[in-house]
């Protein structure tokens, strides 16, 4: 991006130091410190202990993925995660992994394929251990996040502040929903308070990322509205099917129904077909479900924020690859 800045008066006065024609681009600190200059003549010299995101806005460039499903799911990222961080210049990549493998669970070893591949931090779900290496592989993994409801005396951690690779940092939390969830959960709403209340938005996270990971899509739009102006992004996961509701809340918290899988959706939410397909006909099991091979469509959401505030100031769905129709920021 290339801006002109136009010269001007202060009072009666001439501009002491010229912008007129003056050229940058978001590399912004050497003409945030020229302003500061600028301004401390008119308006005094303490403006010039400000930093430089206090003068002039900067931006963060965050992606986050639905669910992987399967190896279809973690070959789509790995073959394409760090072309994205690039292309689109991203700060930061949330993905969720919770099905990354056979399609039940995370494991330790694919834990750390998605993490190689790119992502900043992996967020779980309602089958957070299922792979029971994961129980310990969490402690000492970091960037892995359970669901802050998910029991008292689960390990790891449900929230965590993240430095991104420009050092600009991001909270990113996940609470579990309750409604018609295969087994009961805490109150995910009386979960999240203790996080917001120690990280207001704007304070020392740049972006609040909130996972809810659930059923009922009544229970994410509640959850937005109630995060709404107390994080930068709240998204929905679990079902695998992406909503066309991305929007900007009046808060400002960007808000996505469900993310949607990455994964193979000629398949029944990432199964392959026969399987299901069976038991709603036959209401008769006979095989275990199957993830689905063919190629996955990378789902979720791209979201940019004003480091000052924390606030959303764009969404865009992410599909790439696959079978669904592409978008991209």
Avoid at 226 to 242: E, F, I, K, N, Q
């Amino acid at each position: 991006m290339t801006l002109w800045v136009q010269g001007g008066f202060v009072g009666n006065r001439k501009p002491v130091w010229n912008l007129t024609q003056t050229r940058f681009s978001n590399d912004v600190p050497q003409i945030a410190q020229g302003l500061a200059r600028w301004f401390s003549r008119s308006c005094g010299a303490a403006l010039l202990l400000l930093p430089a995101r206090r003068l002039i806005a900067g931006v963060m460039k965050i992606l986050f993925l639905g669910d992987v499903m399967g190896r279809a799911g973690r070959r789509a990222i790995t073959e394409n995660l760090g072309r994205l961080r690039t292309e689109w210049k991203l700060d930061f990549i949330v993905v969720n992994g919770e099905n990354a493998t056979s399609g039940m669970g995370l494991s330790g070893a694919h834990a750390k394929v998605l993490l190689e591949a790119g992502a900043d931090c992996l967020t779980l779900g309602d089958h957070a251990f299922d792979q029971k290496d994961m129980l310990s592989f969490i402690q000492h993994e970091p960037r892995i996040i359970r669901p802050l409801n998910f029991s008292k005396s689960a390990p790891g951690k449900g929230a965590a502040l993240f430095t991104a690779r420009n050092g600009k940092k991001v909270l990113v939390t996940q609470a579990l929903g309750q409604v018609f969830m295969k087994r009961p959960f805490d109150d995910p709403f009386s979960a999240l308070e203790p996080v917001f209340k120690t990280h207001p938005l704007g304070g020392l996270a740049q972006a609040i990322i909130v996972d809810m990971h659930c059923e009922a899509t009544s229970e994410k739009m509640a959850m937005g509205h109630w995060c709404d102006g107390r994080a930068s992004l709240v998204v929905g996961t679990h079902t695998h099917v992406p909503t066309s509701d991305a929007m900007i809340l009046p808060g400002g918290t960007g808000y996505l129904t469900d993310a949607g899988m990455c994964g193979d959706y000629h398949s029944v939410i990432g199964m392959e077909k026969t399987e299901p397909l069976r038991r709603f006909i036959t209401g008769m099991p006979k095989e275990r479900f199957t993830p689905a091979g063919g190629e996955a469509t990378l789902s979720g959401i791209y979201l940019e924020t004003d480091d000052r505030t924390g606030r959303a100031t764009r969404v865009v769905p992410v599909r790439q690859g696959g079978t669904l129709h592409p978008s991209a920021p």
